[in-house]
């Protein structure tokens, strides 16, 4: 059995390789490549850091760039004692820009993966082969929710590294100490991993709407954007009609929100604030979606 | 021999159009079955009943096993080819038989590897950079190595040119067929395979026409070639079918479900052993008469 699913994560690898791989290759390598670029260009930045003998630190920043006139900037010590919780920020912004990022591709993996090949007609020899239908769905949902982020998250996590290093080198070569720099971006890496941890948790939570992304790809022939979101349109709609009550967009709102404050809060080690009851919702609509896309799919060739 | 696949009663119905009616067929192991029909005959439903890829009321069997339920099983002693090139367009040759190599218990790598270097293909060539013979050559590649006890084809050299067609005919025979495999082939270029049928099976509007061994079809059905002015006299005879040729009418008698024996065929003509496509038209056109006749009987 495992054989068989390390064999179907591959298979999957192979076909998703562009978004899995080269993707964050690419954007990692762009990101490098623009740091290096800015130390190479802006990277004789002179600085002046004194301290004071009540250990207040003070760093004026000198730029000059061609002829433009200098411009100074200062710093007092109490901003440079809230950058690490500025990084934070910076940190949880990368955060969500990844997940956002990621979830996108997952729907993409799976909405295609289970719709593609009966387009194509490579279903035809998909089932030709001795995999349970079973075994297939639930390996296209593994890469979306696994192997995708993991490769994503290692591969932004080294390119922030070299980053780091760059900017730490980077600073020590110039005649100001660099250890004022590097004491304000490794931190910044560190809580960029720290938070990368929780990217499984906050994918997990959106499984719902992947799985039901992913019926609606086994199912439908046609118009499949407008089946997936159908069901966001119409309920709302009904429940108006009908109920006379506005419940349904405040409750998704709310899933969504309660998740990611959930990571944040996993982050920060605020453990009293977690509340993962949703979350087991989610997961029990999320069986039923995908036990019926495993359904549909042993029944739809075409 | 063993029972490969047993059919009984089989039905199946798009809506309110039925595509198999009461459809019973016994195919045993070392067969090469045909199954024609026109478009829409239902050849391909039948097939995907076989191969659980579609559900059908009735009794089937395949392999020893029930193919709807029980279909990625029967995929390990099952191979099959389907009428368009079905190949992902994003996987190599080498990516396709490792993958295969993983999850197939039956196949056997080194006999795929071999059979594609006496092709053109290379093993990081991406199919969707492949013609379709290649695609075809690619994918007999695959099924030759797993060697299963039925191989299924539907309709596999559609769009090939004839080259490319006899060459796959050829390697089906020689590197993958013994008498311990079965074939079922569905095709519209019956002379094709008239060859190296054991059997065939007509099939029309979801029914059985025409269920005859190879080797007994020359005896059931003689071709007579004879001048215009014979017309009445053989008509008599009660052929099934009839159409002008130069040397001027040509019947196909079926010897087995009439009374007429060959002496009397023989004496107004030549006479000779028809094709399967000759017959094939016979049978649906003779059909067609029929139901027309019928019709005009009822609404006289």
């Not at chain 1, 994560?9 to 791989?21: A, M, P, T």
């Not at chain 1, 499984?207 to 086994?218: E, N, R």
């Not at chain 2, 053989?234 to 479900?257: Q, R, T």
């Amino acid at each position: 059995m495992l054989s068989i699913y390390y064999a179907q994560l591959k298979r999957e690898f192979w076909e998703h390789k562009g978004v899995i791989l080269w993707y964050p290759i690419i954007l990692s390598a762009i990101a490098i490549g623009a740091v290096l670029i800015a130390l190479i260009m802006f990277g004789d930045v002179q600085k002046t850091v004194t301290v004071a003998a009540d250990g207040t630190v003070n760093v004026q920043l000198h730029q000059s760039i061609d002829n433009s006139p200098a411009v100074v900037n200062n710093s007092n010590a109490e901003n440079i004692t809230t950058k690490p919780k500025d990084f934070k920020k910076v940190a949880s912004f990368l955060f969500t820009m990844m997940c956002m990022d990621l979830a996108i591709f997952a729907l993409a993996i799976i909405g295609n993966g289970l719709a593609g090949d009966r387009k194509d007609g490579s279903i035809l020899f998909w089932r030709s082969i001795p995999v349970d239908e079973r075994d297939n769905v639930l390996s296209k949902f593994l890469t979306a929710l696994l192997v995708l982020p993991a490769f994503h998250v290692i591969i932004s996590l080294i390119a922030l590294f070299v980053i780091s290093v760059m900017v730490a080198i980077s600073e020590s070569l110039s005649v100001t100490s660099g250890m004022t720099m590097t004491a304000f971006t490794f931190p910044l890496f560190i809580d960029y991993l720290s938070l990368s941890i929780y990217t499984l948790f906050a994918l997990m939570w959106l499984l719902p709407f992947f799985a039901w992304v992913g019926l609606v790809s086994s199912y439908a022939n046609k118009l499949g954007f407008v089946w997936i979101f159908a069901p966001f349109v119409i309920i709302p709609m009904l429940e108006n009609l009908f109920l006379q009550s506005n419940q349904f967009w405040p409750a998704i709102k709310t899933y969504i929100d309660s998740g990611m404050d959930i990571s944040v809060a996993m982050f920060n080690g605020n453990w009293q604030a977690i509340d993962l009851l949703p979350g087991f919702a989610g997961l029990v609509l999320s069986a039923v979606l995908i036990t019926a896309t495993i359904y549909v799919r042993k029944i739809r060739i075409d | 021999m063993a029972n490969i696949i047993q059919a009984r009663n089989l039905h199946k119905c798009y809506g309110k159009a039925p595509a198999l009616t009461d459809v019973n067929l016994t195919i045993e192991q070392g067969e090469i079955v045909g199954v024609v029909g026109t478009n829409g005959a239902g050849k391909s439903t039948l097939l995907k009943s076989i191969l659980g890829l579609t559900s059908a009321t009735g009794e089937l069997t395949v392999c020893g096993l029930n193919p709807r339920q029980q279909q990625a099983k029967l995929m390990e002693k099952v191979s099959f080819i389907a009428d368009t090139a079905t190949l992902p367009k994003w996987i190599s040759p080498a990516q396709l038989f490792e993958y295969t190599q993983k999850v197939h218990p039956n196949f056997d790598i080194k006999l795929a590897e071999q059979f594609l270097a006496k092709t053109n293909i290379k093993p990081d060539m991406r199919v969707k950079h492949m013609s379709k013979g290649m695609v075809t050559q690619l994918h007999l590649a695959i099924v030759i190595a797993i060697n299963s006890e039925l191989l299924v084809l539907d309709e596999p050299t559609l769009g090939l040119d004839v080259i490319r067609r006899k060459s796959f005919y050829n390697s089906l025979l020689e590197d993958y067929f013994d008498d311990n495999n079965t074939i079922v082939i569905t095709t519209h270029q019956i002379e094709e395979v008239e060859h190296i049928l054991t059997r065939v099976v007509f099939i029309d509007n979801g029914q059985v026409l025409l269920d005859v061994q190879m080797q007994d079809f020359a005896e059931q059905f003689v071709q007579l070639t004879t001048h215009a002015s014979n017309q009445a006299q053989v008509e008599l005879l009660s052929p099934i079918h009839s159409n002008k040729v130069l040397e001027g009418m040509a019947y196909i008698f079926d010897l087995k479900n009439s009374d007429t024996t060959l002496e009397q065929i023989q004496q107004f003509g030549q006479i000779k052993t028809p094709s399967l496509a000759d017959i094939f038209v016979a049978l649906i056109e003779g059909k067609t008469q029929s139901s027309t006749t019928q019709q005009e009987v009822t609404y006289a």
